[in-house]
Each structure stands twice: as structure tokens, then as C-alpha cells.
């Protein structure tokens, strides 16, 4: 059964960095995206960063320019560099891969990612 394990969230001050690593821990074959999503108290969950097969990115408005998505297809795992981090970027990440056919959709536990003013 395969599980997406994450690591890399804590708690740093605003303007502060954090890496989140999420790796699989059994094989998946063509994953075609993988993405960080996050969910602070009392909102809804939010898509902050996709890397496609190909390597194409998308980052939410709120944190282009701060935030760089990269991943390690030979390992199968997604990183997410986090920069110049804001009280509100505090949050639940959760990393998700993509399998198109047959369809799977795979989720990390999610780490806490807290920033203090």
C-alpha cells in the first residue's frame, strides 16, 4: 500500500524558510502532478503549488515569488522550498500525487506549518 510521508514543517519566525519533503513509500508508476495544499483553521483547503511530468509549476498568487516547487521523479518526491514566510501562510500541508490512468489520487498526513509575527 503505498503512503506519502511528510516532513519539514515546524514553527519559524515571519521572514523565516522551511523545506517540506513528501516522498512515497511504495511504488507508483506515472505520476503526472504532484502538489502542496494547505488548510488553515476555520478555511477551506487550497492548492499552493503543482509540478506537472514534465515539469511544468503553478503557484497560488499568494505565494509566487516565495514558494518553489521542485521534485526527484527517481525518488518519487515533491519538495517545497518556502521563503520570506508570513504569519499567514500558517497552515496544515498536505502533499498530494497525481496517477491519471487509472486514476489514483494519493495524500500525504500533513504537516503543521506555523509562523509567528
Known amino acids: 500500500q503505498v503512503q506519502l510521508v511528510e516532513s519539514g514543517g515546524g514553527l519559524v519566525q515571519a521572514g523565516g524558510s522551511l523545506r517540506l519533503s513528501c516522498a512515497a513509500s511504495?511504488?507508483?508508476?506515472?505520476?503526472?502532478?504532484m502538489g502542496w495544499y494547505r488548510q488553515a483553521p476555520g478555511k477551506q483547503r487550497e492548492s499552493v503549488a503543482t509540478?506537472?511530468?514534465?515539469?511544468?509549476?503553478v503557484y497560488a498568487d499568494s505565494v509566487r515569488g516565495r514558494f518553489t516547487i521542485s521534485r526527484d521523479n527517481a525518488k518519487n518526491t515533491v519538495y517545497l522550498q518556502m521563503n520570506s514566510l508570513k504569519p499567514e501562510d500558517t497552515a496544515v500541508y498536505s502533499c498530494?500525487?497525481?496517477?491519471?490512468?487509472?486514476?489514483?489520487?494519493?495524500w500525504g498526513q500533513g504537516t503543521q506549518v506555523t509562523v509567528s509575527s
Open positions: 498530494n500525487f497525481l496517477v491519471l490512468s487509472p486514476y489514483r489520487s494519493y
Open positions: 511504495g511504488s507508483i508508476f506515472s505520476i503526472n502532478a
Open positions: 509540478i506537472t511530468s514534465g515539469g511544468t509549476t
